[in-house]
């Protein structure tokens, strides 16, 4: 009878270790996802950013130069020149953000460094996704199937067993 217990244990921690290993992949999806949706982001964005940093440089540039003709009080032109330099470092910090997604992806597949791939993009929908299923049914799906969760619960059947055992 003993020996049938520590076998039912060995069995529950074998799917223990099971749920761990779906936790892992799932978060490895997770991250190719994430991964996938900033290098779409950062291809469809990118060019935009730079042009739209050339607009903030002329716009610099002709704020100096009316601060310099005295056209404008150098308080308001030095106000407008310091928001402008605050929008160009956030692009920048941006455009470096969004320049890295590509690579972490391609890391994520297990790409080579110097290898160069396309991303396939996706159409933009003006409609929001539909789900046929309820919300409520959705949630109670996710949470029965959590892997952290079935793990919780397979160490409380080995608990149990533990006081058959003993």
Same mark, same amino acid.
């Not at 190719?32 to 900033?38: C, E, F, I, K, M």
């Given at each position: =009878? +003993?020996? /049938?217990?520590? $076998?039912?244990?060995?069995?529950?921690?074998? &799917? =223990? !270790?099971?749920?761990?290993?779906?936790?892992? $992949?799932?978060?490895?999806?997770?991250?190719?996802?994430?991964?996938?949706?900033? $290098?779409?982001?950062? %291809?469809? +964005? *990118?060019?935009?950013?730079?042009?739209? %940093?050339?607009?903030?440089?002329?716009? *610099?540039?002709? #704020?100096?130069?009316?601060?310099?003709?005295?056209?404008? !009080?150098?308080?308001?032109? &030095?106000?407008?020149?310091? %928001?402008?330099?605050?929008?160009?470092?956030? @692009?920048?910090?941006?455009?470096?953000?969004?320049?890295?997604?590509?690579?972490? *992806?391609?890391?994520?597949?297990?790409?080579?460094?110097?290898?160069?791939?396309? *991303?396939?993009?996706?159409?933009?929908? !003006?409609?929001?996704? !539909?789900?046929?299923?309820?919300? =409520?049914?959705?949630?109670? #799906?996710? @949470? /029965?199937?959590?892997?952290?969760?079935?793990?919780?619960?397979?160490?409380?059947?080995?608990?149990?067993?533990? +006081?058959?055992?003993?």
């Amino acid at each position: =009878g +003993l020996s /049938y217990v520590r $076998a039912q244990q060995k069995a529950d921690e074998a &799917l =223990g !270790s099971m749920e761990q290993r779906r936790k892992v $992949a799932n978060r490895i999806v997770e991250d190719v996802r994430t991964a996938y949706w900033r $290098a779409v982001s950062a %291809e469809r +964005l *990118l060019t935009k950013m730079h042009e739209l %940093e050339g607009t903030v440089k002329v716009a *610099l540039d002709e #704020s100096r130069t009316l601060e310099k003709k005295g056209t404008t !009080s150098p308080l308001t032109a &030095l106000t407008f020149q310091r %928001e402008l330099i605050q929008i160009r470092a956030e @692009l920048q910090r941006l455009q470096r953000d969004l320049v890295v997604a590509k690579r972490q *992806l391609g890391a994520l597949m297990n790409l080579r460094p110097d290898q160069d791939y396309q *991303l396939v993009m996706p159409a933009r929908q !003006s409609q929001p996704v !539909s789900f046929e299923t309820p919300v =409520g049914d959705m949630l109670t #799906s996710a @949470l /029965y199937h959590r892997p952290e969760l079935r793990e919780v619960r397979y160490r409380q059947r080995v608990n149990r067993r533990e +006081l058959d055992a003993a």
